[in-house]
C-alpha cells in the first residue's frame, strides 16, 4: 500500500518527536549487557522508592557487581509472553518495563505490565509513556485481548498510572505476599485494560501457540531502537 502524504508527516513527527523537557525522543529496546553498569547506578539511585515496592529492591545495596550483571541477564532471558525492555532518553537509560504472564486470570494467555522508572527521572510523565508503549506492544503486535496492571494498596503512586491509561479497577483485592521475603500478605490493587476489538489482528491472532517463540525471535530482530510517539 503507498504511502500518502499525511502518513509520510505523521511518521516523520513520530521520528522527531522529543520527550517534554529534554532534546531526545524516549526510546525503547531490548536490554543488553553493556546496560549493566548503566541500570546498577540507576537502581542504586532508586533504592528508596524501589525497596518498599519490589522483591528485590530490599537487597540493591548489597549488590556487586555480579549481582547487577545477573539482574540485566534474567531480563534479558526472556520466555515468550515475558519480556522486557530498557527505556532510554540521550542514551541514558531512565527505566524498565515488562510484560509476563498474568497467573490470577482465568486465561492462560492474559499478560500483565509491570515497571519502574529511575528516581532522577520521575515525575516527568515517563512512566504513563512506558505503560502506553507495553499497551501497544501487547494489543497490536500480540493481539492479546486484555492487559492487567497491579500493585500495592500502599502505592499511592503507582496508582495513577493505571488511571492516567484508562484502565479499569477491578474488585477484590487480591491478598498475596508476592514472593517477598520477611514481609507479611498485602493487598493488592488490580486494574485491566481491554484491547480495541477494531485493531487489526496481532501476532498471536494470526499464529499458533506453538509458534509462539519463533515469532517472538522475529519481532525480537525488528526492536532495535524505537522511538515512541507521544501519548
Known amino acids: 500500500m503507498a504511502f500518502t502524504q499525511q502518513a ?3 511518521e516523520r513527527d513520530r521520528l522527531n518527536f522529543n520527550h517534554p523537557g529534554f532534546d531526545a525522543p524516549l526510546i525503547f529496546r531490548r536490554p543488553r549487557i553493556g546496560d549493566t553498569m548503566q541500570i546498577w547506578n540507576l537502581l542504586k539511585n532508586s533504592v528508596e522508592s524501589l525497596r518498599p515496592f519490589t522483591p528485590w529492591g530490599q537487597y540493591i545495596n ?6 547487577a550483571r545477573r539482574f540485566v541477564e534474567d531480563h534479558m532471558e526472556a520466555e515468550p509472553r515475558n519480556e522486557s525492555f530498557v527505556f532510554l532518553i540521550e542514551d541514558k537509560i531512565v527505566g524498565m ?3 509476563a504472564p498474568f497467573h490470577l486470570s482465568d486465561w492462560k494467555y492474559d499478560v500483565q505490565v509491570a515497571l519502574w522508572v529511575g528516581s532522577p527521572f520521575q515525575n516527568m510523565g515517563i512512566g ?10 501487547v494489543f497490536e503486535v500480540w493481539g492479546f485481548p486484555r492487559l492487567y496492571y497491579f500493585h500495592e494498596l500502599t502505592n499511592e503512586s503507582s496508582m495513577q498510572l493505571p488511571q492516567k491509561c484508562k484502565f479499569e479497577r477491578e474488585d477484590p483485592f487480591i491478598i498475596s505476599n508476592h514472593n517477598y521475603v520477611d514481609k507479611d500478605p ?3 490493587c488490580i486494574w485491566v485494560k481491554y484491547r480495541d476489538p477494531s485493531l487489526p489482528p496481532g501476532i ?3 499464529v499458533p501457540i506453538e509458534h509462539f517463540t519463533k ?6 530482530r525488528n526492536l ?4 515512541i510517539k507521544g501519548l
Open 8 to 10: 509520510i508527516a505523521e
Open 62 to 67: 548489597d549488590w556487586g557487581i555480579r549481582q
Open 97 to 99: 518495563g515488562s510484560i
Open 128 to 137: 504513563a509513556r512506558i505503560v502506553a508503549t507495553l499497551e501497544w506492544y
Open 186 to 188: 498485602v493487598l493488592w
Open 204 to 206: 498471536f491472532q494470526g
Open 215 to 220: 515469532v517472538r525471535h522475529k519481532v525480537k
Open 224 to 227: 532495535l531502537g524505537i522511538p
